[in-house]
């Protein structure tokens, strides 16, 4: 057996014992270890009757306080081996409970330390915005920002003709009002009402034609095809490169199918709110690239829009970065090209494909499929302190983990992306173990009955409980090799 078999079973012993007896253990294992060495030593005295004196003594080793065979000459390797065996113990008996279509892995510190149906192909769910994220940041810049113009001709205190308002993609165009409704307030408002400050400002009092919105930026597929009924206008959509409000209207229970219509009638209402007369009703157009420029409005940088999708998973905000990576990456803003840029940075990362299945931005799509590999090989390689893994909600306090985790080691610590649809569980992120250790994980369960609270909420409790194992340590300077000093 093997000095590295040795430890693995000594490792595995150390799981079930207190910290005093493992303590007292190596103790023993201590002193077992010097027999060899008084064994040789009466060997060599039995080989001849006359011992001769040693010369030149002072070029000699001292005696070693701590035999070569003692545990404590690799104190930190059998700190670390107890440690991932305590945690491996843990998260059998969790798995041991987990419908068969689901899949775990753990990394600390960089190092895979449990793998379970690691490579499974499974339906995400909005960890699938994890993907979208990562990908957002690299291609479209995390300082880069939204820029909502509005365009007009300008005389006195009129506008001749047609006021345009052009959209630029920004997700998080609102009115003051709209967050307050929210379930999950958006987090960087873009207020839509600076641009009529701006108007107000100009004194202007009267547009003589109508509001005009412009979404030309992006292609005009509102929703997915494959999006159920039940999504489309609840969920998501419709999309466009010029929403406010999520594409509502105020006042008008429905969405109107085009968002820029929806853009322009809110517009409208602003206007006539704050005393500036619109002759005609609002319409869609594309604005002449010679039409000069009124105001603009600058939304927050692409790292907090990405930080609002992951917190409060935002299907809109989702599918207008899918589109705008497709724009930036190939020229081309749409679903598909937006799907083919992550894909490729997917590979170019060297991350894990096999069994990948990529159908949208949001994870709406039952058709998506990823692995629990993937998901946390996207967090391992962007680091600890990187713009996504601060994007992510916060156990017990902020967007879709505000509510969970209220208590116990995860609060106010653990940032993960949560994952739901009927049937489908996700819950993927990073639990910090101290100032520069932390794990990764990805956790992924399909099938009947996984996305209900009696079923999953007990397993997320298993897995915190299990994560938070890996902060437990043994002080290593009571098992590392003694000095004459430190020796009884």
């Known amino acids: 057996m093997t000095w590295h078999d040795l430890l693995a079973r000594f490792a595995r012993s150390a799981e079930r014992m207190s910290t005093?007896?493992?303590?007292?253990?190596?103790?023993?294992?201590?002193?077992l270890g010097s027999v060899p060495l008084l064994s040789l030593w009466q060997v060599a005295l039995s080989m001849g009757n006359e011992v001769r004196a040693i010369e030149n003594v002072a070029y000699l080793a001292p005696s070693p306080v701590t035999a070569l065979l003692s545990a404590r000459r690799v104190p930190q390797t059998l700190v670390d081996q107890v440690t991932i065996s305590r945690l491996t113990s843990k998260l059998d008996r969790l798995t041991a409970l987990l419908p068969p279509e689901s899949c775990l892995v753990v990394a600390t510190d960089g190092r895979i330390v449990y793998q379970?149906?690691?490579?499974?192909?499974?339906?995400?769910?909005?960890?699938?915005?994890?993907?979208?994220?990562?990908?957002?940041?690299?291609?479209?810049?995390?300082?880069?920002?939204?820029?909502?113009?509005?365009l007009g001709i300008v005389a006195g205190s009129e506008v001749r003709g047609d006021l345009w308002l052009v959209g630029s993609g920004d997700p998080l165009l609102s009115t003051r009002l709209y967050p307050t409704g929210e379930n999950y307030p958006t987090l960087f408002p873009t207020y839509?009402?600076?641009?009529?400050?701006?108007?107000?400002?100009?004194?202007?009092?009267t547009i003589q034609g109508g509001v005009i919105g412009d979404d030309s930026l992006y292609d005009r597929e509102r929703y997915s095809p494959t999006w159920g009924d039940g999504l489309r206008s609840v969920e998501v959509g419709p999309i466009g490169a010029l929403m406010i409000n999520d594409a509502t209207v105020f006042g008008t229970p429905?969405?109107?199918?085009?968002?820029?219509?929806?853009?322009?009638?809110?517009?409208?209402?602003?206007l006539n709110e704050r005393g500036i007369f619109v002759k005609d009703p609002p319409d869609v157009g594309i604005a002449s690239s010679d039409t000069p420029l009124i105001a603009s409005?600058?939304?927050?940088?692409?790292?907090?829009?990405?930080?609002?999708?992951?917190?409060?998973?935002?299907?809109?905000t989702a599918e207008l970065l899918l589109k705008d990576i497709g724009r930036v990456a190939r020229g081309s803003a749409t679903r598909i090209d937006g799907l083919q840029v992550v894909a490729e940075k997917i590979s170019q990362w060297g991350l894990p494909t096999q069994g990948v299945v990529l159908a949208d931005g949001s994870g709406l799509d039952r058709a998506n499929r990823v692995t629990c590999s993937l998901l946390t090989a996207v967090l391992e390689q962007t680091g600890q302190d990187s713009d996504l893994i601060s994007g992510m909600a916060i156990a017990g306090r902020t967007g879709t983990l505000r509510d969970v985790f209220l208590s116990g080691s995860g609060y106010g610590v653990m940032r993960a992306k949560t994952g739901t649809l009927n049937g489908v569980k996700a819950l993927s992120g990073l639990f910090p173990l101290g100032d520069t250790r932390a794990s990764v994980f990805a956790l992924i369960l399909n099938?009947?009955?996984?996305?209900?609270?009696?079923?999953?909420?007990?397993?997320?409790?298993?897995?915190?409980?299990?994560?938070?194992?890996?902060?437990?340590?043994?002080?290593?300077?009571l098992v590392e090799p003694l000095t004459p000093h430190s020796a009884p």
Do not use: C, H
């Open 254 to 270: 429905l969405k109107p199918a085009n968002p820029a219509y929806a853009a322009a009638a809110e517009f409208s209402r602003l």
């Open 116 to 150: 379970f149906r690691p490579n499974l192909s499974l339906i995400p769910a909005s960890t699938m915005k994890l993907l979208t994220a990562a990908v957002a940041l690299d291609v479209l810049g995390a300082q880069t920002t939204y820029i909502t113009r509005l």
């Open 192 to 205: 839509i009402e600076t641009l009529v400050d701006a108007l107000v400002a100009r004194g202007i009092t």
């Open 447 to 477: 099938g009947p009955g996984t996305s209900t609270l009696s079923f999953y909420r007990p397993i997320w409790n298993g897995l915190v409980t299990a994560l938070a194992t890996g902060a437990e340590t043994i002080d290593v300077s």
């Open 297 to 316: 409005l600058e939304s927050v940088p692409i790292k907090d829009v990405v930080g609002e999708m992951l917190t409060n998973s935002d299907n809109n």
């Open 20 to 31: 005093r007896r493992l303590i007292t253990t190596l103790a023993v294992v201590s002193v």
